[in-house]
């Protein structure tokens, strides 16, 4: 029962909001079970679990609400933990567990589907409910520690990858796991020296009318080049700055370059950049990137922003306000990867866009899949109704362009008509084929 666990609070290590123990006493019964086992050594488990969207709920409903919220997640999880096993409170919207009789992987996987599911049914708040998931951790002790230290960072490096993978993940430490978190970390060292460096570069790949394939503008694209690591994907680099928190100052960076490039272009192209779900959530984003082209000499006029959908729906409230003040600028915005997300036509309504992007996943089933052919016809109506442009990524067939072009899809842009290039190499491609 939930009342048996909610014991008695003892000031050191217990936690006053929701009755259960603390992050010391957690490592007290750690260290409980490791001299009960002296003599007779054998595993256990420590887990790790972290609310997925709580402070969207926090911010939304207010204090009051999300301290409802924890309370109801400490009383289902103290309900269903296995006997002998425990479950503190380790702060913020972050709980642990100790499971005394959880050997192996396949036990600790299993609690964890188990708890994932529990937490998963809507918490009531007044009249309103509300969902959200968590994320969980889980050390093998002693495979994955020795020590109670060393135990609850193997159970903190999982839980870190399972919040990497999206919501709703488990994750048991390993060895592999461990490699692949050092690895992620000398990654994010390295690139965060080629930031400071400088070495962190800008390629562009021209936007094009399709029925003259005259150029229209380019997209700014982050290259990397590292001297120890060679050429490192954009996938992987931006992602980890996401992740690692530090994507503002890469993209402060490449938009530096990227506007100091586009003043050597013709003045009636446009620059086109994309901007991260994390630049989404802060309310400055439009300051900064404002003053960035206004020290460059750029006019607002000339750059277009690209936002993805889960950008945007990441804190909508802030979204509105920072595509707000970037429209009053004069800046353009486009709706990237269309159709990927989960309510493309919500977000055409609640924001205001001046282009759509048609995702290459639709415009590579052109000529094999009647359904993306009908989609793309359909997506291009709505815009041509809404007085929306469209882009249509990732051409590289002839058979594509053609089929687009008669859909009445007026710009691409794709291998088709040229491959991200340097700075340098730009101007030249502009030499050989811009004609005003």
């Not at 590292?226 to 994907?233: E, K, Q, R, T």
């Not at 490449?254 to 013709?266: E, I, M």
Request: glycine share 8%.
């Amino acid at each position: 029962m939930a009342s048996d666990r909610l014991t008695a609070i003892n000031p050191l290590t217990g936690d006053p909001l929701t009755g259960l123990g603390n992050a010391m006493r957690l490592r007290d019964e750690v260290c409980a079970v490791v001299r009960e086992r002296a003599s007779d050594p054998a595993p256990f488990a420590i887990g790790l679990a972290n609310l997925d969207g709580f402070k969207p709920i926090n911010d939304l409903f207010g204090p009051a609400a999300g301290d409802e919220i924890l309370r109801q997640v400490a009383q289902r999880l103290s309900a269903c933990i296995p006997e002998g096993a425990s479950v503190m409170r380790m702060g913020k919207d972050e709980f642990g567990f100790v499971l005394p009789l959880v050997f192996e992987r396949t036990g600790a996987e299993k609690i964890g589907t188990m708890l994932r599911d529990v937490l998963s049914a809507p918490f009531a708040l007044g009249s309103r409910n509300v969902r959200l998931s968590a994320s969980f951790g889980f050390a093998i002790h002693p495979f994955a520690g020795n020590d109670v230290e060393d135990l609850i960072k193997s159970a903190a490096t999982a839980l870190y990858r399972s919040k990497r993978r999206g919501r709703a993940q488990i994750t048991v430490y390993s060895q592999e796991i461990a490699q692949e978190m050092s690895e992620a970390t000398e990654l994010e060292q390295a690139l965060r020296n080629a930031i400071i460096a400088d070495e962190v570069d800008v390629h562009f790949q021209p936007i094009v009318d399709m029925r003259t394939e005259r150029v229209l503008g380019f997209e700014a694209l982050a290259r990397w080049h590292d001297a120890h690591l060679g050429f490192v994907s954009p996938e992987r680099f931006v992602k980890l700055a996401e992740e690692r928190g530090f994507i503002d100052s890469l993209s402060e960076t490449l938009l530096r370059k990227a506007a100091k490039a586009a003043l050597s272009w013709p003045p009636d192209l446009f620059l086109s950049f994309n901007l991260s779900s994390a630049q989404m959530t802060n309310p400055a984003t439009a300051h900064t990137l404002l003053k960035i082209i206004e020290r460059a000499g750029l006019s607002p006029h000339r750059l277009e922003l690209e936002i993805t959908e889960t950008a945007v729906m990441a804190d909508a409230d802030i979204a509105q306000r920072i595509i707000a003040q970037l429209r009053a600028s004069g800046i353009g915005l486009s709706l990237d990867d269309f159709g990927t997300g989960q309510s493309s036509l919500g977000r055409l309504r609640d924001f205001t866009f001046d282009k759509v992007k048609i995702d290459r996943a639709f415009v590579s089933g052109l000529g094999r899949d009647h359904a993306s052919e009908h989609i793309i016809r359909a997506v291009v109506a709505m815009c041509e109704g809404l007085k929306l442009g469209v882009v249509a990524e990732g051409i590289e067939e002839v058979t594509e362009a053609q089929t687009l072009k008669a859909i009445g899809c007026r710009m691409g842009q794709g291998y088709l008509y040229a491959r991200p290039v340097d700075s340098a190499a730009t101007q030249a491609y502009l030499q050989r084929t811009y004609h005003p």
